[in-house]
């Protein structure tokens, strides 16, 4: 605030901050661009910001998408700012989110963490002179495989829904 003739001392009068005439220590003297002679408020003090309060600040906006998927609100696919570790924390936040709910959730988490399908191996044929029991036996191993491979497929359909449900509008552009 200024107290000159015939200005009110209520009303703040505002401080052109010129970083060539800045005595704050370690600034470059030379500094130029856009932001140079620029006025500053500093609201709720009802006066300007001095040039040590004027220091820029990077601050990041909280991304106002949360996902489509319940169980993994803020974990999002998005093309902005950290995008490298948002992409990281989603994936893994997934595969675990599909392993907990999923039934053989198990292989399609695999899948997600490895970017690659599992490899399934069928059970080998039982010898000629198997008995009834180990005959048994491996018709469950097979309807267990065939029942894995199906599921599987089902639950990548699934994944993909959900992971598309968690990309923000950008991204799917």
Same mark, same amino acid.
């Given at each position: 605030?200024?107290?000159? +003739?015939?200005?009110?001392?209520?009303?703040?009068? #505002?401080?052109?901050?010129?970083?060539?005439?800045?005595?704050?220590?370690?600034?470059?003297? &030379?500094? &130029?661009?856009?932001?140079?002679?620029?006025?500053?408020?500093?609201?709720?003090?009802?006066?300007?910001?001095? #040039?040590?309060?004027?220091?820029?600040?990077?601050?990041?906006?909280? +991304?106002?998408?949360?996902?489509? *998927?319940?169980?993994?609100?803020?974990?999002?696919?998005?093309?902005?700012?950290?995008?490298?570790?948002?992409?990281?924390?989603?994936?893994?936040?997934?595969?675990?989110?599909?392993?907990?709910?999923?039934?053989?959730?198990?292989?399609?988490?695999?899948?997600?963490?490895?970017?690659?399908?599992?490899?399934?191996? $069928? +059970?080998?044929? +039982?010898?000629?002179?198997?008995?009834? &029991?180990?005959?048994?036996?491996?018709?469950?191993?097979?309807?267990?495989? *065939?029942?894995?491979? *199906?599921?599987?497929?089902?639950?990548?359909?699934?994944?993909?829904? $959900? *992971?598309?449900?968690?990309?923000?509008?950008?991204?799917?552009?």
């Amino acid at each position: 605030m200024s107290n000159e +003739p015939g200005k009110s001392p209520g009303v703040p009068t #505002p401080m052109l901050v010129n970083p060539a005439n800045n005595e704050e220590k370690g600034r470059n003297s &030379s500094n &130029s661009g856009p932001r140079r002679n620029r006025t500053f408020k500093k609201s709720g003090n009802n006066g300007a910001m001095s #040039p040590k309060e004027s220091t820029y600040k990077s601050t990041t906006k909280e +991304p106002s998408f949360e996902g489509r *998927v319940e169980g993994l609100n803020g974990h999002i696919y998005d093309c902005s700012y950290k995008q490298a570790d948002i992409f990281t924390r989603t994936t893994k936040e997934i595969a675990e989110y599909v392993g907990r709910t999923f039934k053989f959730g198990n292989d399609t988490k695999l899948a997600i963490e490895k970017l690659e399908n599992p490899t399934f191996t $069928i +059970p080998s044929d +039982p010898d000629d002179a198997a008995t009834k &029991s180990e005959m048994r036996v491996w018709e469950k191993e097979i309807d267990e495989f *065939v029942k894995r491979k *199906v599921m599987f497929k089902e639950n990548m359909k699934s994944a993909y829904s $959900i *992971v598309w449900g968690q990309c923000t509008d950008a991204m799917r552009t």
